[in-house]
């Protein structure tokens, strides 16, 4: 399935897109007529099972439901596919070409900060610039949404724990992350993390570090790699991770990202995100996330 979340009437509201359009779930579950159904995309991650094939039975029988609700694509506003996650967590220079370009030592173990909720964005909206940065850039990143509880999980069975991907950009101001060496201020500013708009189940995706991964800024190619190229693949990430804490559902994990950053750039052809700058973020099989960048409103 493909998840989205829509914005109606400043709430997030969980949908399945379809080739028909987005079919309102959280309407369905309100409406109390069409059995138990999730109203949002963490009582569905949550639920499991059956409340995946409760979500997969009613679109089945949409398409004769008078009573069905329906979006066109095109149209709606979109919210982050996940909109309140336990943790953000994030996997820095985790392609071997971007290691390379930024001249920075291979890890030899996963190098993890964090993001916050606050950071979150959906396709088509705005990201404003911090005025307390000049440098920021874009990084186009695979998500993984944990779909339970997992702890100590294998090489062999993390996979297992994943509910869904979705494309992500780990927008980052560089003189802010750079300013002492912990990077978290770069990364947490308002907006930071447009991710979505589909959340597509991991059923879909017959291995995620076999992805095409993109960047094209106001319609120039930045970024072009395969997740193939990670040195961490993404079963070696959820082992690693959770041999250190628990990984809740719901739980967001950025990948790290592919050559072509700004930073990556000779200093003197650096030119960073700039209010008007158009951002796409494009994966392979799991759409792509568009953001503007626009002044910050202080």
């Not at 991650?45 to 008078?66: C, F, L, N, P, T």
């Not at 173990?109 to 990201?127: A, C, E, M, S, Y």
């Not at 201020?185 to 995620?208: R, Y």
């Amino acid at each position: 399935m493909k998840l989205v979340t829509i914005q109606i009437d400043n709430q997030n509201q969980l949908g399945v897109k379809t080739a028909r359009g987005i079919l309102n779930i959280t309407a369905a579950a309100r409406s109390g007529t069409s059995g138990s159904l999730p109203a949002t995309i963490h009582e569905l991650i949550e639920g499991g099972a059956s409340a995946r094939q409760a979500v997969e039975s009613y679109v089945s029988a949409a398409e004769a439901d008078s009573g069905a609700e329906w979006f066109d694509a095109a149209s709606v506003s979109y919210g982050p596919c996940v909109t309140r996650p336990e943790k953000i967590i994030c996997v820095g220079l985790n392609y071997r070409k971007h290691a390379e370009e930024t001249n920075a030592k291979i890890p030899e173990f996963p190098i993890l900060f964090n993001k916050f909720n606050n950071t979150l964005n959906g396709h088509g909206h705005d990201v404003e610039l911090p005025v307390t940065s000049k440098e920021v850039d874009y990084e186009a990143e695979l998500a993984i949404v944990i779909g339970r509880r997992t702890k100590h999980v294998s090489e062999e069975q993390a996979l297992d724990s994943v509910f869904g991907y979705a494309s992500a950009n780990d927008i980052s101001a560089r003189d802010l992350q750079l300013r002492t060496n912990q990077w978290m201020l770069g990364k947490v500013c308002d907006g930071f993390t447009p991710i979505g708009p589909e959340l597509v189940t991991a059923d879909e995706i017959a291995d995620p570090n076999n992805l095409n991964i993109r960047t094209v800024v106001n319609g120039e190619e930045r970024q072009n790699s395969n997740t193939s190229d990670m040195i961490f693949n993404c079963k070696q990430i959820i082992s690693y991770i959770s041999r250190h804490f628990t990984l809740e559902p719901g739980d967001i994990i950025l990948t790290g990202t592919p050559e072509g950053v700004v930073l990556g750039y000779p200093p003197e052809k650096r030119v960073y995100l700039q209010p008007g700058d158009v951002v796409t973020v494009e994966i392979e099989n799991l759409g792509s996330v568009t953001n503007k960048m626009v002044a910050e409103n202080v």
